[in-house]
């Protein structure tokens, strides 16, 4: 099986208040932080949106702040004919208050551009995301962009994926939900510190590890009108990410999982010191 074979750059973008103006009026007052710093990675990405472009609108906290950063630029008239594919109802209300004309995937099918954050992103930018339960609108939009652009902070790098000890999910249909997850247990039968459960309504997947309570309530139903079947790997996963998600999508009644491998274009960090770095992939096969 040929794999993708990555190179990662990293740019590193300085403080701006590390730099010292030459005149400095006496009498002016200290200037906000927010007019010295560098921009933030929300900022950063948001840049790459031109006029006439499509835009894939990502879904969570992180995206929320891209989100309105467009509406504002559509506003002040700084950009022109942008159209918008929401990743999520949440994202299509987001983005519908924000000012951002909206389509779909039937109307645009190419997507110029799509900006999301992400739950985990290992060292060649292979991404876990759909830890809020829109992992398959966010595939399918973003699978579809020429560029794929992810705004994250320096706590979601990992040295392989699930290795912060968090979920990956796995969208399935709610008929026979249990042989379905009977089905991903057996898959990964004999895995150490593997374990999966059934999300359910109260359950915050960001939040949490694995636990056996909340068993007995209703389960989570994503925008789709599909459950979420939550894996945790207590040492992440190891071996071929591409066979582990062709075994995954085999299982009859899994529709998608988090894994989202080869797709990002840009990854955009946040570190606690205050910098941005860009880390980009170029891929030399499989034409990713």
């Known amino acids: 099986m040929q794999t993708a074979c ?4 990293d740019v590193a973008i300085p403080l701006l208040h590390h730099l010292k103006p030459d005149l400095e009026p006496a009498a002016s007052p200290s200037p ?16 790459l949106v031109e006029s006439g472009m499509v835009i894939g609108l990502g879904t969570g906290s992180t995206a929320a702040h891209a ?3 467009i509406g504002d630029l559509i506003r002040s008239g700084a950009l022109r004919d942008v159209v918008g594919i929401p990743t999520s109802e949440w994202a299509a209300a987001r983005a519908a208050a924000a000012g951002i ?11 110029d551009l799509s900006i999301d954050g992400a739950d985990e992103v290992d060292p060649a930018l292979n991404l876990v995301k759909g830890r809020g339960g829109s992992l398959l609108r966010e595939k399918m939009v973003e ?23 968090l979920a990956v999910p796995v969208e399935i249909i709610p008929f026979g939900w249990a042989l379905t997850l009977h089905r991903l247990q057996s898959l990964f039968d004999g895995v150490p510190g593997f374990n999966l459960r059934l999300r359910t ?3 915050n997947a960001k939040a949490t590890t694995f636990d056996e309570n909340g068993s007995d309530l209703e389960p989570f139903v994503t925008d789709n009108k599909n459950y979420i079947a939550d894996l945790f790997f207590e040492n992440g996963i190891h071996g ?6 062709d075994a995954i999508l085999r299982i009859t009644g899994v529709v998608e999982h988090g894994l989202f491998l080869g797709l990002a274009s840009s990854v955009v960090v946040a ?7 860009v880390k980009d992939k170029e891929a030399t096969s499989n034409g990713i």
């Open 32 to 47: 906000s932080p927010l007019a010295t710093m560098a921009p933030s990675q929300d900022e950063r990405a948001v840049e």
């Open 240 to 245: 071929d990410l591409r066979v582990i998600s």
């Open 67 to 69: 989100l309105d950063r």
């Open 6 to 9: 990555t190179r990662t750059v």
């Open 143 to 165: 699978g579809a962009s020429r560029r794929f652009v992810v705004i994250v902070d320096d706590s979601k790098l990992v040295p392989r994926l699930a290795a912060s000890g």
């Open 201 to 203: 309504a109260s359950i």
């Open 101 to 111: 004309p909206l389509s779909d995937l039937n109307a645009h099918p190419v997507v």
């Open 271 to 277: 570190h606690k010191d205050g910098a941005v770095v």
